[in-house]
């Protein structure tokens, strides 16, 4: 006769804010707060000082989701977030450019205008 055993403790998941910070960073290159930052820094000592009663025992867990789902190049070191923040930036920012000029001379070839000025800065686009 088999003893019924119990049923394994069900695995912590990764709080849905961390889970949004992380993606923000990611794809935004939005710096999340200290608690996520220090982790993201590989400061783990500052980590466990920082964290809440929610991430305080979820750290492990929130390390490696970060290990799991963040670049390479992203995390590890304070300099590597500092730097894939800035590209990432530095790369929505190019290509909100790249849209703002197409969204443009899309304007202007359905208005059929002659595209005069693609500089936003300068001024008026579009001739009369």
């Known amino acids: 006769m088999s003893t019924p055993t119990a ?10 804010r961390i889970r949004e910070s992380i993606h923000r960073y990611i794809h935004c ?6 608690f996520l930052r220090a982790v993201l820094n590989n400061d783990l000592i500052t980590a466990v000082v920082l964290a809440d009663e929610t991430n305080a025992p979820l750290l492990a867990v929130i390390v490696a989701h970060v290990h799991d ?5 992203a995390w590890g070191s304070a300099r590597a977030v500092e730097s894939y923040s ?5 790369a929505i920012a190019r290509n909100n450019a ?3 000029k197409y ?11 002659q595209y005069r000025n693609p ?6 686009y579009f001739a009369q």
């Open 7 to 16: 049923a394994p403790a069900p695995t912590p998941q990764v709080p849905d």
């Open 103 to 113: 969204q443009r001379g899309m304007q202007a070839q359905s208005h059929r205008l």
């Open 69 to 73: 789902t963040v670049p390479a190049d």
């Open 86 to 90: 800035v590209r990432m930036e530095e």
């Open 98 to 100: 790249e849209s703002i």
């Open 29 to 34: 290159g939005i710096k999340p707060g200290s």
């Open 119 to 124: 500089d936003p800065c300068s001024g008026s």
